[in-house]
């Protein structure tokens, strides 16, 4: 679980968003004052479940009071029609907080789901499937957590984290030997460093220059993965990376590598089916 410290701002601003500037006024108009229900958060469609300690936080923004029984867990498989989560009390909060734990427990469920599939692939091999920076703005800390429940690693968090040198860094700098010797220089003992290479000839080089943790084979065809963890030799970390779709995942979890990355886990999950049921 992440701490509620943390994504409390995103689920409140979540919540202030729905309901400024006057609050529910569909709610407001034919729900009694003090009438009480008992909701259901059911999975409409098989998945892998993620966002609970989220869509359970929505509810208790909007009324403390609300009785909350996660049913199953993050992390954890659900089948088309299992109930994920009760809520009980005040009829006017569970409905001012469904849409927003609603849309978030969808929307991480899918990421994870989606993740699942993709770790799936990789049975039997040493890779693991890990993602990007390509989140939406504002829920990478809630949609890395979901890559994690779908079985998944998490690659940086932000720009801070390591030394990660892509391409565009390269032809700025003016060559691999450049960005690499500056990075060794700049770097302290608990930063690594990444280098994307687009060729065999480039991961070449960067062995022979050293100072790289992690080489990033970036849109490498099959053979050419196989080719460059031959090279590689135990050397470095590997990490496979562009178009990486499912299918072709379990091919390139057989060459050796040791991580594969991709930006479709979160930027092309599939929101999966929930619903509240009164």
Excluded: W
Aim: charged letters at 25%; aromatic letters at 2%.
């Amino acid at each position: 679980m992440l701490p509620d410290l943390l994504i409390e701002p995103i689920v409140r601003a979540a919540l202030v968003e729905d309901l400024s500037p006057m609050g529910d006024a569909t709610t407001k108009a034919v729900i009694p004052a003090g009438k009480t229900y008992s909701a259901r958060l059911n999975a409409r469609e098989d998945g892998v479940v993620s966002g609970m300690q989220v869509a359970a936080m929505a509810f208790r923004l909007v009324d403390p009071g609300l009785r909350i029984s996660v049913l199953v867990a993050d992390g954890k498989p659900c089948r088309k029609g299992e109930t994920l989560m009760t809520i009980e009390g005040a009829a006017a909060s569970i409905l001012m907080g469904e849409r927003v734990a609603l849309n978030f427990a969808g929307r991480l469920c899918g990421i994870a789901t989606k993740t699942a599939g993709f770790v799936s692939k990789t049975a039997g091999t040493k890779a693991r499937i890990t993602c990007t920076r390509k989140t939406t703005p504002g829920l990478r800390l809630l949609e890395k957590a979901a890559v994690v429940h779908g079985g998944g690693s998490n690659h940086r968090y932000g720009l801070s984290d390591a030394i990660l040198i892509k391409d565009n860094h390269i032809a700025a700098a003016g060559g691999i030997r450049q960005v690499l010797e500056a990075a060794k220089a700049a770097r302290s003992h608990m930063m690594r460093i990444e280098l994307e290479v687009d060729t065999l000839r480039q991961m070449e080089e960067a062995l022979k220059i050293g100072g790289a943790d992690v080489i990033l084979l970036d849109n490498m065809d099959t053979s050419e993965l196989r080719a460059a963890v031959a090279l590689n030799a135990g050397r470095v970390v590997l990490e496979a990376s562009g178009n990486m779709v499912l299918e072709r995942i379990a091919d390139v979890a057989a060459t050796g590598v040791d991580y594969i990355s991709s930006g479709a886990l979160t930027h092309s999950a599939r929101t999966l089916d929930l619903g509240l049921d009164f």
